[in-house]
């Protein structure tokens, strides 16, 4: 099984990549290929709307947005992995996410497979339990029609080396796949 893998912060090698990075060692171990993305890297122009995809058509920008969401496409798996800023995922994924619009209403690509996502944040573990709820819901469910294997927060962050048990936690989730 192909896997997509998305970072979400900008911070390379900090809390939310090292947690990704313990999430893909776990698929790695039962043999998936991981393929990883770090978003603030790509050039992803954001979804206007236009409505080329639900004809049928890829969609109007051909950039790295478009390359990454047909490998989501294409992929059996998916994990998401977002500080929480403000009160939700970064505004570099948000934008990617928006663009599996393209996907999703494209009536010639089908999109299903199973998820797990991984948010940091400041607050104490269950503080954004509403946020992270509706968006299991949507777009992950609702829109992709994905199984969501599992869901880590890791909330009162500081340096989440100090927190071994999350980083087990992420790998025994990466298994799940």
Not at 91 to 110: A, E, Q, Y
Not at 129 to 140: A, G
């Amino acid at each position: 099984m192909d896997i997509v893998a998305l970072m979400g912060s900008p911070r390379k090698h900090a809390n939310t990549d090292m947690l990704l990075d313990e999430m893909i060692k776990g698929a790695q171990s039962n043999g998936h290929n991981v393929i990883k993305h770090c978003i603030s890297d790509l050039e992803v122009h954001p979804c206007r709307g236009c409505g080329v995809c639900v004809s049928g058509r890829d969609c109007v920008f051909d950039d790295d947005g478009l390359k990454v969401t047909h490998e989501i496409a294409e992929a059996e798996g998916l994990i998401v992995s977002t500080p929480i800023y403000f009160g939700q995922m970064t505004g570099d994924l948000k934008v990617l996410l928006d663009r599996l619009f393209g996907i999703t209403n494209n009536p010639f690509i089908s999109l299903s497979g199973k998820v797990a996502l991984i948010f940091t944040h400041l607050g104490p573990e269950g503080y954004y339990d509403s946020y992270i709820e509706l968006t299991k819901i949507q777009p992950f469910q609702m829109n992709m029609h994905y199984q969501i294997l599992d869901v880590l927060d890791v909330g009162n962050l500081g340096d989440v080396r100090n927190q071994p048990e999350k980083f087990a936690e992420a790998f025994e989730i990466g298994k799940k796949f």
